[in-house]
């Protein structure tokens, strides 16, 4: 009788050694799997912010570009009559605005909805500003002064408007992208 009772105590322990090991196994490959999909998702988080900030580089490029075709544009002197063909620099400005818009479709197919509003009013601030400068233009045809220099108040506040709209571009982007969080500068 003792010889079946150590025969069953040690079936039983064989038994809830192997009962233990496969939990903790299958404990084991659960963690693992967890762990893996909590890296994926931090991967395409990583992704999704990295694809966000080219975005939204590129649209600050762009509106670079439109800020020095706008310089440009304010050193032109009118045409001497008004049959004259506006200059070069405006159109130019145009073109470069152009590109600024294409590259505000690519903001707002990243998102979030902020940043794609934050895009359109600098885009639309850009457009004021350029029909401002044709207008300024377009009344001082035949004088010899640049049109950065004509007191134009609504030349100004579109420009003002520009440069607003691109800081809140800039601070809505940053905390998209978590620029505003605590310790970072």
């Given at each position: 009788?003792?010889?079946?009772?150590?025969?069953?105590?040690?079936?039983?322990?064989?038994?809830?050694?192997?009962?233990?090991?496969?939990?903790?196994?299958?404990?084991?490959?659960?963690?693992?799997?967890?762990?893996?999909?909590?890296?994926?998702?931090?991967q395409r988080h990583i992704m999704h912010r990295e694809a966000r900030r080219e975005a939204y580089v590129a649209f600050l490029t762009a509106y670079h570009e439109v800020e020095r075709k706008f310089e440009e544009a304010g050193r032109v002197i009118p045409p001497p009559h008004d049959d004259d063909p506006i200059a070069s620099e405006l159109p130019a400005t145009e073109a470069s605005i152009m590109v600024l818009k294409e590259a505000g479709a690519t903001v707002a197919l990243e998102g979030p909805p902020e940043m794609r509003t934050a895009?359109?009013?600098?885009?639309?601030?850009?457009?004021a500003l350029l029909r401002e400068l044709?207008?300024?233009?377009?009344?001082?045809?035949?004088?010899?002064?640049?049109?950065?220099?004509?007191?134009?108040?609504?030349?100004?506040?579109?420009?003002?408007?520009v440069d607003r709209a691109v800081l809140?571009?800039?601070?809505?982007?940053?905390?998209?992208?978590?620029?505003?969080?605590?310790?970072?500068?």
């Open positions: 009788m003792a010889e079946q009772s150590v025969a069953l105590i040690s079936a039983a322990s064989a038994l809830a050694g192997v009962t233990l090991t496969g939990a903790f196994t299958l404990l084991k490959g659960r963690q693992e799997r967890l762990d893996k999909q909590l890296d994926r998702d931090e895009a359109d009013q600098v885009i639309s601030a850009c457009w044709v207008q300024v233009s377009g009344d001082n045809v035949g004088q010899s002064q640049r049109l950065w220099i004509y007191d134009a108040p609504d030349r100004d506040e579109a420009q003002a408007e809140n571009f800039q601070e809505a982007a940053r905390g998209v992208l978590g620029g505003n969080a605590p310790g970072l500068r």
